[in-house]
């Protein structure tokens, strides 16, 4: 029997700090899950699909992502389904727009760029609110130094220092069309810290935990316990493998934007 299929384009945007990730795992709460388990209370049934542009780590959140949904048989009423979907999704996630695409659309495929930041402050310890969103440093950084480094992962690379536990057939090549570390002023709230900084990062895709790795690195740069060659080494394809160990929390991270070419 010929099955129809219908296809859409889902606008998200999560707090992540409570899930583990975005992917559907036995025996823990994920945003998959939730949003799989909303979907289906308001079809009826559970003949679809849905496919993320990324899978966020546990903690990390999303101000702006994408999901296709695919649903057999029946096509969605737009207007209603959003506004259900809106009304029954846990209030830590929220839809921002809906679209009919086509067969044609691939949404792991499609290329995209994806443009992650990284809160973080030094100092005075912050208020406890902040812990969802900002990762907290005791130790001064030295962040002019930190700003000069960062330029350094932008262009073509080898990460294989920044991809935690690859496998043989991980692709360790990648770019970064940005990265740059700035005062944050994108993300403030009354119990934030008077001054928290950002890294930004923006490509086309990332490899496990790397961002979070470069992160770590910088970090320790601020601190003063490796310095900018060790910096420069990491990213030598010619130089002596390195492996990082220094993984920030995933709390801190957030997948800014996504931006379909």
Not at 145 to 174: D, I, W
Not at 202 to 231: C, P, S, T, V, Y
């Amino acid at each position: 029997m010929f099955r129809k299929r219908f296809y859409y384009l889902i606008e998200l945007q999560y707090l992540g700090f409570r899930y583990h990730g975005w992917q559907k795992q036995p025996s823990v709460i994920t945003l998959q899950k939730m949003v799989e388990r909303t979907i289906a209370y308001i079809l009826e049934h559970k003949d679809f699909k849905v496919l993320a542009a990324g899978r966020t780590d546990a903690k990390v959140s999303a101000n702006q992502t994408y999901v296709e949904l695919f649903v057999d048989h029946q096509p969605l009423v737009l207007d209603s389904f959003f506004l259900m979907l809106n009304q029954n999704l846990p209030q830590d996630i929220r839809a921002l727009d809906i679209e009919e695409t086509d067969e044609h659309f691939n949404i792991i495929k499609s290329p995209k760029s994806k443009e992650y930041v990284y809160l973080f402050s030094y100092g005075d310890k912050f208020h406890p609110f902040c812990a969802p969103f900002m990762y907290h440093i005791i130790e001064d950084l030295n962040i002019k130094l930190m700003q000069k480094a960062a330029l350094l992962f932008v262009g073509k690379h080898n990460f294989r220092s920044y991809c935690h536990r690859p496998s043989e057939h991980t692709k360790l090549e990648g770019a970064i069309t940005l990265c740059e570390i700035e005062k944050n002023e994108v993300y403030t709230a009354n119990f934030f810290p008077k001054e928290s900084y950002l890294l930004r990062v923006k490509g086309e895709g990332f490899k496990r935990n790397q961002i979070r790795l470069m992160m770590g690195a910088l970090l320790d740069l601020g601190k003063g316990k490796i310095d900018l060659e060790f910096i420069k080494k990491t990213l030598d394809p010619k130089a002596e493998e390195i492996t990082l160990e220094h993984i920030v929390p995933g709390s801190g991270l957030i997948l800014n934007s996504v931006e379909f070419k």
